[in-house]
């Protein structure tokens, strides 16, 4: 039986070392182009077998990965981004790292604190899960001192790496569902200027009420959340208009669950008297289940580890913004009152 070639055997011959050799059959940087070609072809001519096993145990660094997000995300039971956590972390360990959480209280963010993740290099890289203020988001970029990529927001329109969400399509499309339901008086439920995804969902909302001449009204834009508390905690604060819509888009899907018990106490039905449609396909129970705009956690959580990977391992490399599409899922909690409403 012939003898196992070894990286080091290709790299004797090439007179480079084994991990020259393993970047270039990798594809990783560091190795210009004519070096690669060489490499890859005395590869194929030695019969060098490229395993995963073999790339797992030997040429493939693991590092840990600290995950960070404001406490206002977490509620008391299961959320989306505590779901999105743990895609991070089977992610992570896919890829041969793993993943830490830590939560950045209201106090901490307010006095500019450096989480412990973070601190001293204890990790690796930084994912950011989720919006900080944007006084804390610069404080952060400025004070980390290691790789950090964000996840389900842009890093407030600054120039980051960042994993999204269709934010804008999916508030479009939600919209013009509802529109094309003969809707015209279409509420939406989300407090601007407090997430990056909710300001791209409204504007997506907006889009498509101007497409078919449809004026936007304040008296029907339903805030849900402040910024220093959680989304649970404040329901009884929604105000319904007295000009109530026949439909209402919902930022996401748990503000839906919450409207919908606004609109119970009032005395309204879904879908009967109103239509109500959200965002993310994040079911909070069985009786909530809403028409929606799918984002899918485990494509979000498996390149947000890929990216920040890329940048530990290339610090310098240019930022870059993935805009992952996502899916829309019809179910009963809207319906059709007429024609669909014409665009201009």
């Not at 963010?109 to 990790?123: D, L, M, S, T, W």
């Amino acid at each position: 039986m012939s003898k196992a070639v070894k990286l080091a055997d290709i790299g004797a011959k090439l007179g480079v070392s084994a991990v020259t050799v393993s970047k270039a059959l990798s594809g990783q940087k560091g190795v210009s182009e004519e070096m690669r070609a060489k490499i890859v072809a005395l590869a194929d001519e030695m019969g060098y077998v490229r395993t995963t096993a073999r790339i797992d145990r030997r040429d493939m660094r693991h590092y840990t990965i600290g995950v960070i997000m404001s406490e206002q995300f977490m509620d008391r039971g299961q959320s989306f981004y505590s779901s999105l956590y743990q895609e991070l972390t089977r992610a992570a360990a896919q890829a041969g790292s793993y993943a830490i959480m830590e939560l950045v209280s209201f106090e901490n963010e307010r006095r500019n604190f450096i989480p412990q993740v973070a601190y001293a290099r204890k990790c690796d890289g930084v994912i950011v899960l989720g919006d900080f203020s944007r006084r804390y988001a610069h404080y952060l970029e400025d004070h980390v001192g290691i790789p950090m990529i964000y996840l389900d927001s842009n890093g407030r329109f600054d120039i980051h790496d960042c994993v999204v969400s269709n934010n804008m399509l999916g508030g479009y499309e939600m919209t013009s569902y509802l529109l094309n339901l003969g809707h015209s008086k279409i509420g939406f439920v989300g407090t601007r200027l407090v997430t990056t995804s909710i300001d791209d969902r409204f504007l997506g909302y907006y889009k498509a009420l101007m497409e078919r001449g449809i004026p936007l009204r304040e008296d029907w834009i339903i805030d849900d959340r402040e910024w220093t508390k959680n989304i649970d905690r404040y329901v009884e604060t929604m105000r319904l208009p007295e000009d109530m819509p026949t439909a209402f888009f919902a930022n996401c899907d748990m503000s839906a669950t919450f409207f919908k018990q606004k609109l119970k106490e009032k005395e309204y039905r879904v879908p009967d008297d109103i239509s109500l449609v959200g965002f993310d396909n994040f079911v909070v129970s069985g009786e909530d289940e809403f028409t929606t705009y799918e984002v899918e956690q485990s494509k979000m959580a498996k390149n947000a580890i890929h990216m920040i990977i890329r940048k530990i391992r290339d610090p310098q490399s240019e930022p870059g913004t993935l805009i992952l599409p996502g899916r829309f899922i019809e179910r009963n909690s809207a319906r059709r009152i007429g024609p669909p409403v014409p665009r201009i």
